[in-house]
Nanobody
Framework: QVQLVESGGGLAQPGGSLRLSCAAS????????MSWYRQAPGKERELVAR????????NYADSVKGRFTISRDNAKNTVYLQMNSLKSEDTAVYYC????????WGNGTLVTVSS
């Protein structure tokens, strides 16, 4: 079955960096666009970044442009989110997402940005 497993979350200081990973299985990873979403406390889930099947095209939320980078390794069935210059408002649960015949979500990984 389809599985998306996120890792790499944790506590970071403002201005710091974290790298999230999402290991995918149960489908042909290289044939699918992948995305990262996040949900902050009391807010709706929002799209953070999206990457095309082979990584040639990426899209970002305005709030993270220039600070976050999405990438993928199709040989490892893994998508990454490099987060630099972190701000307190980046605190959220980050989810990996794939749309196949239906929507699939990982369980999420918590990122807390605080001094």
């Amino acid at each position: 079955q389809v599985q998306l497993v996120e890792s790499g979350g944790g506590l970071a200081q403002p201005g710091g960096s974290l790298r999230l990973s999402c290991a995918a299985s149960g489908f042909t990873f290289s044939r699918n666009e992948m995305s990262w979403y996040r949900q902050a406390p009391g807010k709706e889930r929002e799209l953070v970044a999206r990457i095309s099947r082979y990584g040639g095209s990426t899209n970002y939320a305005d709030s993270v442009k220039g600070r976050f980078t999405i990438s993928r390794d199709n040989a490892k069935n893994t998508v990454y989110l490099q987060m630099n210059s972190l701000k307190s408002e980046d605190t959220a649960v980050y989810y990996c997402y794939a749309h196949l015949v239906m929507d699939y979500w990982g369980n999420g990984t918590l990122v807390t940005v605080s001094s």
